[in-house]
Nanobody, 120 residues
Framework: QVQLVESGGGLVQAGGSLRLSCAAS????????MGWYRQAPGNQRELVAA???????NYADSVKGRFTISRDNTKNAVYLRMNSLKPEDTAVYYC??????????????WGQGTQVTVSS
């Protein structure tokens, strides 16, 4: 079994910054893509940013130039630096990892979610 534990959410004023962290633990052989998703009330969950094991990144248009995703493969961790936050960034942010476990094919795992609230 694999667990993803997130931290770093909170309340911030518009224009401020936050850094989210997510660490995976358990019977992990390797992790392919890791990413951050978010879901605001009444909306579907959407991709914010993703990063491959080799470091290639992909961002939603709404966060390009403001958010930066990174990862530490030695710690099975992924991070999201969020700058110039806007009220529309308010959502629950979820960590996702495509994990290859020992003797088990790749499958997705999700964190428990962390609330990010940006006040105007």
């Amino acid at each position: 079994q694999v667990q993803l534990v997130e931290s770093g959410g909170g309340l911030v004023q518009a224009g401020g910054s936050l850094r989210l962290s997510c660490a995976a633990s358990g019977r992990i052989f390797s992790i392919n893509v890791m990413g951050w998703y978010r879901q605001a009330p009444g909306n579907q969950r959407e991709l914010v940013a993703a990063i491959s094991s080799s470091g290639s990144t992909n961002y939603a248009d709404s966060v390009k130039g403001r958010f930066t995703i990174s990862r530490d493969n030695t710690k099975n961790a992924v991070y999201l630096r969020m700058n110039s936050l806007k009220p529309e960034d308010t959502a629950v942010y979820y960590c996702n990892a495509q994990v290859v476990e020992f003797f088990i094919n790749e499958r997705p795992y999700w964190g428990q979610g962390t609330q990010v609230t940006v006040s105007s």
